[in-house]
């Protein structure tokens, strides 16, 4: 390509195609897949009806202007020596196919738009021939218009030749890799008209050190802990997988992100990412290490599903949310998992970002357990590729191959805080009383239930008790600041501990929180959601050994939980429980033994076999089931914010903007309604008042909270602004 501008074409309105490609190529020189992919990406801009599209899009409304498959095609057919696919010249064509939808399969059982039948289909012969007619371009991207023209009419042959091509995990991440990679300079490009300039800021150890020292009592157990991770690490600094097996309450988050600083210091790495499973809990760990590292922390977690097809505003009011371009990534399990498995662009975007990193899984047994096997499968491989050290943190582990940092029979049997016993109860009227005479005798009491009706009945029948001052709900319906406040007013001033008070929950409760209970409750549920809870009681371990009891209501928990850890959970716990208490420091052996079980019987989902058909719309199907499995039919709602009145606003307030500043204050105007999204599920819904759709934001809302929503506990049921006794 020459160095000064030789191409009339523009790539977009005020932007030409020449200066476009330079700008991308800029941000990765010395990748040559990716130099390849950046200069063929716009070819198909320069058709003649393209180029007047840019000029004019209003009046192509409803006609389909595409330039992907013709840059797609050019590239494969001027590459080609032979209709024998090499893998990689396959990344690039599909990398250039898919840079402005979703990554296409290769072959798919789902689908017939996949590049197999893209191959077998009907190829826009006439655009490719104007494309070849011009001679600047031809000599600017040195086409050899005879080989195009050859392959061309015998398209057909690449099925043939190439129909039972597979593909291994590794292939898997360089084409997530590239795709990556090319979407997002792209994007930056096409945003900002200027080559990519990247801010790297410091995180020192001191910091840390500093806020410990101020803010933190010195524990001797949590400090002894502490040092013999950080010493076996020490050991093992080649290591690319770490584990931390250890009780709740020891201080995992302060000495993982230890462990992560002193891992990015020595080995250099561009960025930390830290994963928890939930964001409800996302927010506290952020404004926790905001306080560590004032403004050097990026928070990115799924509040809001934007469509793969737009191409107005949203584009870059996505680009500033979801890149994980930041040094410091507080994020959930969730936006991993889809960088890693989902096909779709907004997803993939930040697949690339995680390269030299190192990042922290907090709470890693929340994985959904079908993706357990697969999850160990392609870790090792990811780390390898792209220098990534992981660190795994989990009081009750999963079965994971790594390096493990803990001393976990040291750890476990000198923590003995509490018992599990089993409680029979037949209702809730029955657990009731069981709670109010632990209550009676001074005691502070967590009760956590599978579901958010279930908790919700329950802390009817006892606010109606004590009232409001002693009692309190969490649960994921929810807003934030309102969990935030209840969570404040259980402790005691500055201490987590929780005296006097009842909190009925449900799971949001189990990792992230710090309160410390004198007694426990816990509907059954699978071992690990069973052991998280109870490290809400005597979580400080300076209480007498305390009891949380597991009762069970047969209450459709396999409609929460996976049924397979519900029968494992049985075997190997509930048998147990029922023959007599079991004491923390044996919980132990019987999650290993339990996660043993669970790995033999669980197979990788379906998808690796799919990454050999490289169908990634299987891929992306199987992890969106497994992450949605309670929340197929859950949407997104605001409550308490008029989005119809913010619309115009936004309008009025826009019109002497640039495109730029427009895209800026939405997402200024987002961030004022972010916080009142909340989850619900469609039935809920459709069992109250319907709520208003806005098509300008893509959300549902309710302009009057009040009429939805309770501050104590959540989203209302049908039957709590009906008829209340009926509720109770």
Known sequence: MNNRLTLKYKSHPDYFLEEHIRGIQSYSKNDILFEEAALFHDLGKVQQKFQNYIKNPDSFSGFAVTHSDISALLWLLNKSNDYTLVKEDLFIFNTILSHHSKLHSFRSEITTNDILSFFSGKIPKEVLEEVLSKKDVVEFFDLDKKKIRDFLGKMKMFVFKNRKLKFSIQDFILQKYLFSKLIFADKYNAIFKKNYEKTHWDYPLKNLYNFKKKNLTCDNFREKAKNLILKNYEKSKTQKIYLITAPTGIGKTFISLELALKIKEFLNKEKIIYLMPFTSIIDQTYELFMKIFPGRIEKHHHSISFPEDDENAFDKWKFLIENWDNDFIVSTFYQFFFALFSNGNSDNIKFHKMENSVIVFDEVQAIPFELWNIFNKILPILANQLNITFILMSATMPMVDGFELSDKQLFFTNQNRYYFQYLQVNDLEDLKENIITHFNNGKSVLCVVNTIKICKLLYKKLVSEFGFDFVFCLNSSMLYQDRLRVINKLKENTSNNVKRKILISTQVIEAGVDLDFDIGFREFAPLHAMVQTAGRVNREGEKELSGVYVFNFDNGEELVYSPQLILETKKF????????????????????????????????????????????????????????????????????????????????????????????????????????????????????????????????YFPIKESVYNQESGFLYEEEFTDEDRFL
């Open 573 to 700: 716990f509930l048998k147990r429980l029922e023959k007599g208490n079991i004491q923390e420091n044996e919980i132990l052996n019987i999650n290993e033994n339990f996660f043993k079980q669970i790995s033999k019987i669980t197979g990788d989902s379906g998808i690796f076999s799919a990454i050999e058909n490289f169908d990634f719309e299987k891929i992306n199907n199987i992890n969106f089931e497994k992450f949605h499995r309670n929340s197929f039919f859950k949407i997104p709602v605001v409550v308490g914010k008029d989005l119809e009145k913010l619309k115009f606003e936004f309008i009025k307030e826009s019109k002497k903007l640039s495109k730029f500043e427009k895209f800026s204050l939405r997402l200024k105007y987002y961030k004022q309604f972010s916080p009142f999204i909340i989850n619900v599920s469609k039935n809920r819904l459709a069992d109250i008042e319907e709520p208003i759709f806005s098509d300008f934001w893509g959300l549902h």
